[in-house]
């Protein structure tokens, strides 16, 4: 199963960036879907989640590192979704890799994105 990440790249602090994660129909009727990340020398770390509550309704939860500044969504036509990424500081600099799962804020996670580079200058 392919999870295919894009929207990287290099912002100055206090930028934003949106990130995309398309999926194959499989992974998008997962429990959770959602994004990890890794930084230099850390293990990953989770990040934002949708979890499918019925008749199109996801809940969305979110790391403590990113609360407030950033915003998963989805489009289930499109099979996509999306972290919004916003006042970005040096430390949100990581590899950002989507994730399909049962529980993707425990770490069980059953498909892994092949991760997209978000470098933040200072």
């Known amino acids: 199963v392919q999870l295919q990440a894009s929207g990287g790249g290099l912002v100055q602090a206090g930028g934003s960036l949106r990130l995309s994660c398309t999926t194959p129909g499989r992974t998008f009727s997962s429990k959770d879907i959602g994004w990890f990340r890794q930084a230099p020398g850390k293990e990953r770390e989770f990040t934002a989640r949708l979890r499918w509550a019925g008749d199109s309704v996801y809940v969305s939860v979110y790391g403590d590192a990113v609360r407030g500044r950033f915003s998963i969504s989805g489009d289930i036509d499109k099979r996509t979704i999306y972290l919004q990424m916003n006042s970005l500081k040096p430390e949100d600099t990581a590899v950002y890799y989507c994730?399909?799962?049962?529980?993707?804020?425990?770490?069980?996670?059953?498909?892994w994105g092949q991760g997209t580079q978000v470098t933040v200058s200072s």
């Open positions: 994730a399909g799962g049962r529980d993707l804020e425990n770490g069980v996670v059953d498909y």
